[in-house]
């Protein structure tokens, strides 16, 4: 049994800062990559960033690159998105999601890498 559960959404003013907590459960926390993706009305899930297990390598989408920061709490079973300057563009549900495989130094930004996902969390970046 696997469950993520993502925390720390909100609603805050454009420039403003959130971080997102992922905790994981029923899975070797430090044997799997997590990733956090990103869901708008419309739109396909996007990748946002992810972490690898042990080494910690981590990846971010374009958009995102400078303003937020993916790190993992190996003692907490949890991994964090610290979410900086926050836009209107930012605005979805945020899933975290854990892939089934064993990776020890990377990660992948494509959902479909991902076998266990969270309900994600809504993160509103507006006036």
């Known amino acids: 049994q696997v469950q993520l559960v993502e925390s720390g959404g909100g609603l805050v003013q454009p420039g403003e800062s959130l971080t997102l907590a992922c905790r994981v459960s029923?899975?070797?926390?430090?044997?799997?990559?997590i990733g956090w993706f990103r869901q708008t009305p419309g739109k396909e899930r996007e990748g946002v960033s992810c972490?690898?297990?042990?080494?910690?390598?981590?990846l971010y989408t374009d958009s995102v690159k400078g303003r937020f920061a993916i790190s993992r709490d190996t003692a907490k079973n949890t991994v964090y998105l610290q979410m900086n300057n926050l836009k209107p563009e930012d605005t979805g549900v945020y899933l975290c999601?854990?892939?089934?495989?064993?990776?020890?130094?990377?990660?992948?930004?494509?959902?479909?890498?991902?076998?266990?996902w969270g309900r994600g969390a809504q993160v509103t970046g507006s006036s």
């Open positions: 029923g899975i070797t926390f430090d044997n799997h990559p």
């Open positions: 972490i690898s297990s042990s080494l910690g390598s981590t």
């Open positions: 999601a854990a892939e089934q495989l064993v990776r020890p130094n990377l990660c992948a930004m494509r959902a479909y890498e991902y076998d266990y």
